[in-house]
Structure formats: structure tokens, C-alpha cells
């Protein structure tokens, strides 16, 4: 089942800050997060595990709340670069119990981040 | 440059029509996958395949199938059984099928039928 984005669209000035959230109905193992401009493919910016460990993007942040099945991602003191739409894609252990599997991607968020 | 190419960008189908939509790897990734993206959706799995000659279906493997005879390539077939297959198609492969790593996404194919 996919996760479910919120909010579907932020628009900011530059130097403002925006969170973006990721919810799930299954229990998660990992959290990814992609970001797209218009036409182009999604670039990687974070993995999230259960357990805490993070890898990630260096000006961007990101949480991840196992209980609630959530995920946040935190962009501070946004740039114009920043703009495009962010996805998250979760992923569950499959039914025997190891971490293989398929990635299902949220609806998207679209950030416009103006001068 | 290590990546993934996807050719041809733009294809144009008349409707009935097979057509086969390329992706090629030169970063030694053992997993691969397909995903259709429609405007203002987030990425749908079509087919994902995690070592060469095997391959499992994803959420939409309706209408469309695949190969993966060598590591590098996981060519997709959008058959005429797929009743809408206008969208932007999106290739990735990762270092294998563990959930931790991430995916490295092609340029895409944007798919339209006449």
C-alpha cells in the first residue's frame, strides 16, 4: 500500500524552512527519499533504517518514527535549488523476514521555493 | 562515466503496436528495476529483477514483461494488452536488492500512443 505525503504542495522564499512528511501503514524497515525536477529522473538524497542508522544528504535532515510508521524530512534555510518534488519510498520486510524487496513510492510533495 | 542510459527519450507508439524500451548499466549492479511515473504521481513498480535471469512482478505487471539475460540490461516490453500505456518510464538499478542502498535512476523514456 503506498505511504501517504503531506502536504501535496509547499511554497516558500528562500531562507524559509519546510517539513515534509512520509506515513505507512505497514511497519517499516527503510525510509528513502528522491527528489525530482520537472523531466528529469529522481536523485537520491537520504535512507532512513529502523534502528536509527541514517545516510544521507548534507544540507537536508531527515527523521524516522518506527512506532508511528512515519518519516519527516527537514529542509532548513531553502535554497532555489531546492525546488522540485520530493518522494518518499518505503519499505517493509517481505513475509520472510529478510530486508529484499520492493520499494513503494509516495504521491509525491512539490516544493517551489521563489527568490 | 559509471550510470544508466534508457533510449530512445521520446517514442512514439500507434496503439496495437509492441514496443521495447531500453536499459542498459555499466555500474555493475546486480538488481534493476522499472517503474511508470503519470503526471503528478509518484513512481509505480512495473517488473524488478535482482540477479540476472530472474525477476519478479511489481504492483502494475499488467501488459508489460521483461528480460534480464545479462547484468548489465533489463530491456522492457510495453506489450498492446496495456490498455494505457502513455506515461514517463523510469529505469534503476542498486548494488543488489537490499534495502538499504539506494537506487540510481536512468533519464527516463517518455512513452506517448497515438
Known amino acids: 500500500q503506498q505511504p501517504v505525503q503531506s502536504p501535496q504542495a509547499v511554497i516558500l522564499r528562500e531562507g524559509e524552512d519546510a517539513v515534509i512528511n512520509c506515513s505507512s501503514s505497514k511497519a517499516l524497515y527503510s525510509v528513502h527519499w528522491y527528489r525530482q525536477k520537472h523531466g528529469e529522473a529522481p536523485v537520491f538524497l537520504m535512507i532512513l533504517l529502523k534502528g536509527g542508522e541514517q545516510k544521507g544528504h548534507e544540507k537536508i535532515s531527515a527523521s524516522f518514527n518506527e512506532k508511528k510508521q512515519q518519516s519527516s524530512l527537514y529542509l532548513t534555510a531553502s535554497q532555489l535549488s531546492y525546488s522540485g518534488t520530493y518522494f518518499c519510498?518505503?519499505?517493509?520486510?517481505?513475509?520472510?523476514?529478510?530486508?529484499?524487496?520492493?520499494?513503494?513510492f509516495g504521491q509525491g510533495t512539490i516544493l517551489t521555493v521563489h527568490p | 562515466d559509471g550510470g544508466i542510459t534508457q533510449s530512445p527519450k521520446y517514442l512514439f507508439r500507434k496503439e496495437g503496436q509492441n514496443v521495447t524500451l531500453s536499459c542498459e548499466q555499466n555500474?555493475?549492479?546486480?538488481?534493476m528495476y522499472w517503474y511508470r511515473q503519470d503526471p503528478g504521481q509518484g513512481l509505480r513498480l512495473i517488473y524488478y529483477s535482482q540477479i540476472v535471469n530472474d525477476f519478479q512482478k511489481g504492483d502494475i505487471a499488467e501488459g508489460y514483461s521483461v528480460s534480464r539475460e545479462k547484468k548489465e540490461s533489463f530491456p522492457l516490453t510495453v506489450t498492446s494488452a496495456q490498455k494505457n500505456p502513455t506515461a514517463f518510464y523510469l529505469c534503476?538499478?542498486?548494488?543488489?536488492?537490499?534495502?538499504?542502498?539506494?537506487?540510481?535512476f536512468g533519464p527516463g523514456t517518455r512513452l506517448t500512443v497515438l
Open positions: 519510498g518505503t519499505h517493509s520486510l517481505n513475509a520472510g523476514g529478510t530486508s529484499y524487496g520492493k520499494l513503494t
Open positions: 555500474l555493475n549492479h546486480d538488481a
Open positions: 534503476a538499478s542498486s548494488i543488489d536488492g537490499q534495502s538499504y542502498l539506494e537506487q540510481f
